[in-house]
C-alpha cells in the first residue's frame, strides 16, 4: 500500500544537502553517481552488491545540473521505505532517472519538484508509472488520467502547438492586411 499523500509528505522532508551542486556549492565533492548507486543498492536490498550487477550510472551521467540535482533529489525520494528490497525496481528506476527525468527537466526546475504542488505530485506520479506501481486507493485509469492531467512535457507540446497557430494566425492577417492596403492602392491610382 502506498498513498501519494504520503510520498507527497515524504518528497517535501528532502534535506537541503540533495539539492547542492556544482553551481551552488562548488566547494562541496557532490557525486550523484555515488548518490545513485546508493539509491540502486537499497532498492536491492543489499549493500554489498557489486557495481556491474547494477546499471551504469556514470557512462549515463551529463553536466545538465537541473537534471544531476533532480536526480538527487530522486535519490531521496527512492529511500521512502516501500522501495526498500524490491531488486525488480532498480531497472525501471534507471528508467526514470535517465529517460522520464530527463525529458521533464527541460522544464521544471529542480526546486518546483518540492515547491509547487503540482510539480510534486507529476514527479511522484511519472516515477510510479515507470515502476508500474498504481496508488492506493486509485484504479490504473485513475492514475493515468491523474498522471496525463499533470504532464509537462505534455502541456508544453500543446503550448507550442497553440502558439504556432497564434502566430498562423497572425501572419494571415498581416498578409490580409497588406493585400487589403495594395487594392486600396491601387483604387486610388486609377482614380
Not at 521505505?81 to 527525468?101: A, M, N, R, T
Not at 503550448?159 to 483604387?187: C, F, G, P, W
Request: with cysteine; glycine share 2%.
Amino acid at each position: 500500500m502506498i498513498y501519494i499523500s504520503d510520498l507527497i509528505h515524504h518528497l517535501k522532508k528532502c534535506p537541503e544537502v540533495f539539492f547542492y551542486n556544482q553551481e551552488t556549492h562548488p566547494e562541496e565533492d557532490l557525486q550523484t553517481s555515488v548518490l545513485l548507486l546508493d539509491i540502486f543498492r537499497r532498492v536491492y536490498g543489499d549493500f554489498s552488491v557489486d557495481d556491474s550487477e547494477l546499471p551504469s550510472v556514470t557512462a549515463d551521467l551529463e553536466d545538465d545540473v537541473n537534471h544531476l540535482t533532480s536526480m538527487q533529489l530522486a535519490c531521496w525520494f527512492f529511500s521512502f521505505d516501500f522501495f526498500k528490497g524490491q531488486p525488480h525496481l532498480v531497472p525501471k528506476i534507471h528508467q526514470f532517472l535517465f529517460e522520464d527525468l530527463k525529458q521533464v527537466c527541460a522544464y521544471v526546475k529542480s526546486r518546483e519538484w518540492v515547491e509547487d504542488e503540482d510539480r510534486a505530485e507529476e514527479f511522484i506520479r511519472l516515477a510510479l508509472a515507470r515502476c508500474e506501481i498504481t496508488p492506493s486507493g486509485e484504479s490504473t485509469i485513475e492514475a493515468a488520467d491523474r498522471l496525463e492531467a499533470l504532464d509537462t512535457v505534455k502541456r508544453q507540446a500543446v503550448l507550442k502547438e497553440t502558439n504556432e497557430s497564434m502566430e498562423r494566425i497572425r501572419e494571415i492577417r498581416r498578409q490580409m492586411a497588406e493585400k487589403k492596403a495594395r487594392e486600396s492602392a491601387n483604387v486610388y491610382s486609377r482614380e
